[in-house]
């Protein structure tokens, strides 16, 4: 971690700014399209600017990497970004947190809604091949886990919650064209709310598009991001649905 608040991108020297980045235009590859693409970084900051890479796709657009370097400083006071607000717990805890604390199995529903058929980021959760060298949520035994697959219609998610009577649902949204993953996230908590009131089971989205810090302003409870683990949804779960204390 640098000394002071203020920092610059480091290609060879530190501090040099330089920065690498890649677009597509819709232009035929060729001088013409370098010298747009020059334009386009100038534009956007990077003088010098190098195009390092440039490749003609499908014969009227042509995709290119540009290297150089920007003027612009990052202040590190103003970041401010989503910290983990539990801890992290290892599945003996999760089980025992649920067994002692909960007394029943935690009902666990997961589901990609609408269009979207990526499925292997919830099953990455979910499934006990899990991701990153973390079981997935099948495997923890306090756990009663379903996982519903894909193109599943919000209408279907509610019955299936209320007919298991769900702790949570885990829902995945990959594709983000014209902001598909926004809207469907408002639609399911607006049914869930509409269906359930407060008794809505905890609503969890997820995708590699999604701003964790979006949670509140989509109407859930949790929004987690590209790379999440698991373990890390688990402890949340934990942390968010079973009590602090053993019930007397
Ligand atoms: C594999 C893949 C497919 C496979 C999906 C197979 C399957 N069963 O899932 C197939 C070939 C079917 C496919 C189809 C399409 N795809 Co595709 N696909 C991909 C690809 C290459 C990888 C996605 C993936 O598996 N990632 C690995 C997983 C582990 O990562 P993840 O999803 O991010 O999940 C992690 C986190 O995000 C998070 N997470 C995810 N979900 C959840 C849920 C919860 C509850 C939680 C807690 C966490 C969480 O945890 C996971 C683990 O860390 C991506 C490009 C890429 N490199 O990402 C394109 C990509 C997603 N696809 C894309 C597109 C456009 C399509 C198609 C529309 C193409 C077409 N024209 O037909 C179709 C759409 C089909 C449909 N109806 O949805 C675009 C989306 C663009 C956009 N802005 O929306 C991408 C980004 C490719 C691109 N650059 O253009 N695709």
Redesign the pocket.
């Known amino acids: 971690m640098p000394d002071g608040s203020i920092v610059r991108p480091y290609g060879d020297t530190t501090g040099d700014g330089m920065v690498q980045t890649s677009f597509t235009l819709p232009i035929p590859p060729g001088p013409k399209a370098e010298g747009a693409a020059l334009q386009l970084a100038n534009k956007m900051g990077i003088e010098p600017a190098m195009v390092v890479h440039s490749h003609g796709i499908g014969g009227q657009f042509t995709f290119f990497v540009v290297y150089g370097s920007v003027r612009h400083l990052v202040d590190l006071d103003a970041v401010h970004v989503e910290e983990r607000a539990y801890p992290l717990l290892g599945s003996k805890e999760i089980n025992s947190a649920i067994k002692d604390r909960l007394r029943r199995k935690l009902v666990v529903l997961?589901a990609c809604i609408g269009?979207?058929?990526?499925?292997?980021?919830?099953d990455?959760?979910l499934n006990v091949k899990g991701?990153?060298g973390e079981k997935g949520l099948e495997y923890l035994r306090e756990m009663a886990v379903t996982n519903l697959g894909?193109?599943v219609t919000v209408p279907e998610l509610v019955a299936r919650a209320r007919a298991e009577r769900a702790d949570a649902v885990?829902?995945?949204?990959?594709?983000?064209?014209k902001d598909?993953h926004l809207r469907n996230t408002r639609e399911l908590a607006a049914a869930f709310r509409e269906a359930m009131g407060e008794y809505r089971p905890l609503l969890?989205?997820?995708?590699?598009?999604f701003d964790p810090a979006m949670a509140a302003d989509l109407g859930v409870d949790k929004v987690?991001?590209?790379?999440?683990?698991p373990g890390e949804?688990a402890s949340y779960l934990v942390h968010a649905l079973i009590p602090q204390e053993i019930p007397a």
């Open positions: 997961g269009t979207d058929a990526h499925t292997v980021g919830i990455a959760i991701f990153a894909a193109q885990l829902v995945s949204q990959v594709v983000t064209q598909a969890v989205v997820g995708g590699p598009r987690f991001g590209r790379g999440t683990t949804v």
